[in-house]
């Protein structure tokens, strides 16, 4: 059975606003904790300026553990903690926690990557001028690594997209439960082009604020 | 100001320890440019770092105008950071600020106002000579520009000593006497104690009024530079020195000049104020004597005449015996044997 697209296309405006909702979220929280947890990782680091052997082990045990996961099978296998945080395991909301927590850990690793590439000099500068070290991550760590970081978060914000749509289909609505429902298990063709084109719209988009951003910041 | 009271620093890497420091004893006089010298791996870094404990000590103390920087506290030890500038042979600046945010830093780390600090840093800049430059950011310097705003930023919050960690080794020669001139300016017009290390002799022979000399952690020969220069006692120094100065001609041509039958060599060092009097003029026209300079240079170290002379004498041996007792007794004068180097 064919959808009506004179009555189906609002259905899609909604689903793509689910997914944007989800993704934004997602990646306004996990960049949050992401990139605490990156700062964390990288100051703990041996010989660094907040060096922590146990911090620092723990982080990285952590991380290891998650981020091998697939993502479907790590949503459906945490469902009950999302059950009890959220209150549900459905809809955009129960969608965004596993979300955020998959990110947060990607995004860490991401900014750690990016702050190792600083010059190790610089820190050691602003070390012998007297910074403390808040004030090196706040006032030298972020800003000598501001332009990747922003195309780290690009990615990691393009790889939710993906997540979104994967959520979608194990009940997280947005563009991935109506590709599912209506292009795959109905086998409407239409349905599923058109989601598949906005979602290459979207990572498009998102590739290129990334992209314009960074550039700004990195002045090149 | 400075004082080093039996400081070492063993790294461990894995099961090696490394000694980097060695019971070294120094001590800095304010308003002195004082440089350490040695080849990398000497440990002259880690001795720097030890004065603003950027690496702490296995054992010994580091004083600093009587106060000892390695019992301070996390707090105390940044209060007295800003009180020693520090600059760095890649120039360390911070790519994301412009040159006046690079100077403009230490200044905001102490607190001081926004008028202030934009009072401070245009008056850094001009010091420096980069005034102009205020708004650029440092991928669009050169190096020797990167290294004077290096000097602002650590020159901002009106340190009285400042460490230049080998500040001139990346740089061309040009640019490298630039530097030098302007690090003598902060000697000379805010009397700003500056401890140097470098592993070039003629960066030493430039600024530094005292010189200590480094290998394997240890402090081999100190003294002023003038003396040092003059007369190094160990081997490696001399190696410093006859790396800018070749006060020998080679082997080759000293062998050649022999198997000529050429006369006996003399090498002939003249300090200071002697240089300025015909001294080898007069000695042997007084006893009818001819000498012939071979080789040699005389040369500017700490502002004062420096001279190294290979001189032949050309006359009856007993006067040229008498030439050479009544020298002795006015310069430095040695017979060049063979195998000396």
Known sequence: MRV???????????????????????????????????????????????????????????????RPIPFIIFLVAISQLTRLVVGTTIGTTAAIFPMTIVASFVVARVVENNLVSIDPGVIEAAQAMGASPLRIIFTVLIPEALGPLILGLTFVSV?????????????????GHIAMTYGYQRFDASVM????????VMVQLAQWIGNTISRKVMRR | ??????????????????????????????????????????????????????????????????????SLSAKELRTQRRN????????????????????????????????????????????????????????????????????ARALASSPEVLICDEATSALDP???????????????????????ITHEMHVIQSICDNVAVMEDGEVIESGAVFETFTNPQHPMTQRFIQSIQQDLPSEK?????????????????????????????????KHGIDFNIVYGSVREVQERFFGNLLISFEGEPEKIQKVLQELEKIVDIKEVIKDES
């Open chain 1, 193 to 200: 082009i058109v989601t598949v084109v906005i979602l290459i």
């Open chain 2, 84 to 151: 020693i500038g520090m600059i760095f042979q890649n120039f360390n600046l911070f790519n994301s600020r412009t040159v006046a945010g690079n100077v403009a830093y230490p200044l905001k780390l102490a607190g001081v106002s926004k008028q202030e600090i934009h009072e401070r840093v245009k008056e850094l800049l001009a010091f420096v000579g980069l005034s102009d430059k205020a708004k650029d950011y440092p991928d669009q310097l050169s190096g020797g520009q990167k290294q004077r705003v290096g000097i």
């Open chain 2, 253 to 285: 041509l000293l062998d050649e000049w022999r198997s000529k039958g050429g006369t006996r060599l003399y090498r002939v060092i003249f300090k200071g104020e002697i240089a300025s009097d015909p001294v080898l003029s007069q000695v042997t026209r």
């Open chain 1, 4 to 66: 009506d697209w004179s009555t189906f296309w609002p259905r899609i405006v909604e689903a793509t606003g689910e997914t944007l909702i989800m993704v934004i979220a997602t990646l306004i929280f996990g960049s949050i904790i992401g990139i605490s947890l990156g700062l964390l990782l990288f100051v703990t680091r041996e010989n660094n300026i907040l060096e922590n052997k146990a911090v620092s082990q723990v982080l990285n045990i952590l991380i290891n553990i998650i």
């Open chain 2, 174 to 196: 040009d640019t490298t006497a630039d530097i030098l001139r302007l690090l003598k300016k902060v000697n000379k017009e805010l009397g700003i104690t500056i401890l140097l």
């Open chain 1, 159 to 175: 790889s939710l997209i993906d997540f979104s749509a994967v959520a979608g289909t194990v009940g997280g609505g947005g563009l």
């Open chain 2, 1 to 70: 100001m400075i004082e080093f009271k039996n400081v070492s620093k063993t790294f461990s890497l894995g099961k090696r320890e490394v000694h980097a420091v060695k019971d070294v004893s120094l001590s800095i006089k304010k308003g002195d440019i004082y440089g350490i010298i040695g080849f990398s791996g000497a440990g002259k870094s880690t001795l720097l770092r030890l004065v603003n404990m950027l690496e702490r000590p296995t054992s010994g103390s580091v004083f600093i105008q009587n106060v000892d920087v390695s």
